[in-house]
């Protein structure tokens, strides 16, 4: 089974290679159809390995990923790839299809580590820089408000990793909805500082706008916790960025939904939380969405 995975991962490389070289036929791919290739391809091959030879989740994940690596520097040796983002779009969705052949599996092991590969820590400064790099089409644009936006979330950060370690709160996921409504009402703090300073620096009307919506789902996430309603903030952050990223590009939400269904299928998995719970996620996520929210207009 390992010279298959091998065999699989030459292949691959030589016919992108191929490809990119001009040896094949004259066309371009949409983009629906490369992000489905590529999900086929290394979700297969994901699929396959947790299938047959039950390696750990992060064993699994770094050898598909090694293999979409290779795929692609095999394209930019060919001439294929345009741009460093391109080449790095491709990386993440090898990734992403890496964790959907590995939730294919079932394991609680694979749903706990979705948890850890995708926790809003991570997902929320990548995500948040490709969606004011999306509105904005400049890259230190980007990095200045991602930076503003993340420093506005320190304390929230400092409190919830301090509160763990000093035993005020249950673990990472914060189990119990009481230990959630003081961090979460301050992360309503910090998305409101957020606010108040994009509109003190002038900032563009597009990172005005994905600032609002940070601050409303916020809102509605710490009041429904305050009701006794855990809402999952892993699938919450995901759909945020989703919404938010939706505007400027069609690859953002592809990759950002992906993520969220990934999560939606893990926290239950875990019994982090229920399904209505997922479903609450989903719903309150869609707010800016739902009622046509556009408030820099």
Do not use: N
């Amino acid at each position: 089974m390992k010279w298959i995975i091998l065999l699989w991962s030459v292949l691959a490389m030589a016919a992108a290679a191929a490809l990119s070289a001009g040896w094949g036929p004259a066309w371009s791919a949409p983009d629906w159809a490369h992000i489905v290739g590529h999900l086929v391809l290394f979700g297969g091959m994901a699929w396959v390995v947790e299938r047959r030879l039950r390696w750990r989740p992060l064993t699994t994940l770094i050898v598909v990923l090694a293999a979409g690596v290779g795929v692609e520097l095999a394209q930019v040796a060919g001439g294929g790839h345009r741009s460093m983002r391109e080449l790095g779009f491709d990386v993440m969705v090898d990734a992403l299809a890496a964790m959907v052949g590995l939730a294919l599996g079932c394991r609680q092991v694979t749903a706990r580590a979705l948890g850890l590969w995708l926790h809003p820590a991570l997902v929320v400064p990548i995500g948040l820089c490709g969606t004011f790099y999306a509105a904005l089409r400049e890259v230190p644009a980007a990095l200045v408000w991602t930076t503003l936006a993340v420093a506005c979330w320190l304390p929230a950060a400092g409190v919830w990793l301090g509160g763990i370690r000093l035993g005020w709160f249950s673990g990472l996921d914060l189990v119990e909805c009481r230990e959630r409504v003081r961090l979460f009402a301050l992360a309503c703090g910090c998305a409101g500082l957020f606010v108040a300073l994009t509109h003190g620096l002038g900032a563009p009307a597009s990172v005005l706008e994905v600032a609002h919506q940070m601050l409303l789902t916020s809102l509605a996430v710490t009041a429904a916790t305050m009701a006794g309603f855990k809402l999952s903030g892993h699938v919450t952050v995901a759909l945020l960025l989703a919404v938010a990223i939706a505007p400027w590009s069609v690859r953002g939400p592809v990759l950002l939904v992906t993520t969220a269904i990934l999560l939606s299928w893990g926290r239950v998995r875990t019994h982090c939380h229920r399904p209505i719970e997922i479903a609450g996620a989903w719903v309150v996520a869609g707010l800016p969405l739902l009622l046509g929210i556009s408030m820099t207009r």
